[in-house]
């Protein structure tokens, strides 16, 4: 079996920053595509374990002295929320996040997005190209951003995107929805295309069914939120429920998008597997690297719906 990897590399790019708590991203890239045989990913993936394994030895030494969080994920973006070891293993739970974002809400009488990772400059050329299309130029797109918290991403794309577009911001914390409706609100954010639309709806993604029909959606962002889910105590299986819920509620032409700091040797391996139901589904999966930020590599893994043989 061949996997096609999308690689990165470094271009005269302007640096980019997003608003609020949100995380500088130094970064730049330009894309290229090259197909990779078996040995080219081995050892691919070998010299990736080797940069995660130096990564992870640097953290283990600074999560000694932070109070905050031993997890990347969390020691990557969190600077200002008390979130101990113990939430940290639970965000696959809603409470979990309902106390983070009251906690967030109530230390500020001012709004502040809150990114992980990074925000949408630096993945806007990995989203904004998938929603183009010749065949139905004035089609409503639906996008979903999923586990959107109070992330600018979704936002950004309603105001940036030239093509018509449905943008469904979900998250499980109703807290989370209440306050980016109310900052939507304050900010009145216009959309480039004024056909498009905006909606922030408090949803479990691991029952996506209930808010959309079967090949309903046209994109998923996922920022996050799985690496939430694969890293908590009782998550993975939700993860992987989550996946299989993405496949059936996209379009053929559809695609998901999850943006992570996990190396593809790992996350590859777990796409692919979970992506797989003999007779029900099927997907093709795919990597870029988006780019270096404070030591950390991250990547865009896009999973696109495969008919079934």
Not at 4 to 16: F, G, T
Not at 93 to 101: S, V
Not at 209 to 225: M, W
């Amino acid at each position: 079996m061949r996997s096609r990897v999308i690689a990165a590399r470094p271009n005269q790019r302007s640096s980019c920053t997003t608003t609020g708590d949100a995380v500088s991203s130094p970064f730049s890239w330009a894309v290229g595509t090259r197909t990779f045989g078996q040995s080219e990913l081995l050892r691919w993936a070998r010299v990736k374990k080797t940069r995660r394994k130096v990564a992870e030895e640097k953290m283990s030494l600074l999560a000694k002295s932070l109070t905050l969080s031993g997890r990347r994920l969390v020691a990557a973006s969190v600077r200002h929320h008390s979130l101990t070891t113990e939430l940290i293993e639970n965000m696959d739970k809603k409470a979990t996040w309902d106390r983070f974002y009251a906690e967030s809400s109530n230390k500020t009488t001012t709004f502040k997005n809150f990114e992980w990772f990074f925000g949408f400059d630096a993945v806007r050329d990995f989203i904004m190209p998938l929603l183009q299309t010749e065949s139905h130029p004035d089609a409503l797109l639906q996008v979903l951003d999923m586990g959107c918290g109070t992330s600018a991403l979704g936002p950004c794309i309603f105001r940036h995107s030239a093509h018509p577009v449905q943008v469904t911001c979900a998250d499980i914390s109703p807290i989370a929805v209440r306050l980016m409706q109310e900052h939507v609100r304050a900010k009145a954010i216009q959309p480039h295309n004024l056909c498009s639309q905006l909606e922030f709806v408090e949803l479990d993604c691991t029952q996506l069914h209930r808010h959309y029909g079967c090949n309903s959606v046209d994109l998923i962002v996922d920022k996050g939120t799985t690496d939430a889910l694969l890293r908590s105590k009782e998550g993975r299986g939700k993860a992987s429920l989550v996946l299989k819920q993405c496949l059936k509620v996209l379009r053929s032409s559809g695609s998901v998008l999850q943006f992570s700091d996990e190396d593809p040797d790992a996350r590859l391996l777990w796409l692919e597997t979970e992506a797989q139901e003999p007779g029900v589904m099927a997907a093709d999966v795919g990597v870029q690297e988006v780019g270096e930020l404070r030591g950390m590599s991250y990547y865009c893994y896009q999973v696109t719906p495969r008919p079934i043989a």
